[in-house]
Nanobody, 124 residues
């Protein structure tokens, strides 16, 4: 069982940066693939980024590639999402998720545990 708690969301202006954190409980954090998803009002929850258990492999949605960076510190049971050059269309609730497999997945159905989400609002 893994519990995930996101933090770091807020209201920023277009072009600003923001870093989200996701703190995980449990001693097996380092064995999970971790992902970030987001959900805007009236839209489906969509994949943003994922990172392998070692941190050696990452994958991004095309919409954030080059602007967002996912990273993890297993010793701190924490995964991060650095978001640069934010756009109004990045406005959403951002969710952290954990996947027990060693394969990076981009579909939400493959993830086993979810956080409660943190709101990111980007004004134009």
């Amino acid at each position: 069982q893994v519990q995930l708690v996101e933090s770091g969301g807020g209201l920023v202006q277009a072009g600003d940066s923001l870093t989200l954190s996701c703190a995980a409980s449990g001693r097996t954090f380092s064995s999970y693939t971790m992902g970030w998803f987001r959900q805007a009002p009236g839209k489906e929850r969509e994949f943003v980024a994922a990172i392998s258990w070692s941190g050696g492999t990452t994958h991004y949605a095309d919409s954030v590639k080059g602007r967002f960076t996912i990273s993890r510190v297993n010793a701190k049971n924490t995964v991060y999402l650095q978001m640069n050059s934010l756009k109004p269309e990045d406005t959403a609730v951002y969710y952290c998720a954990a996947d027990r497999s060693f394969v990076i997945h981009t579909t939400k159905g493959n993830y086993d545990y979810w956080g409660q989400g943190t709101q990111v609002t980007v004004s134009s």
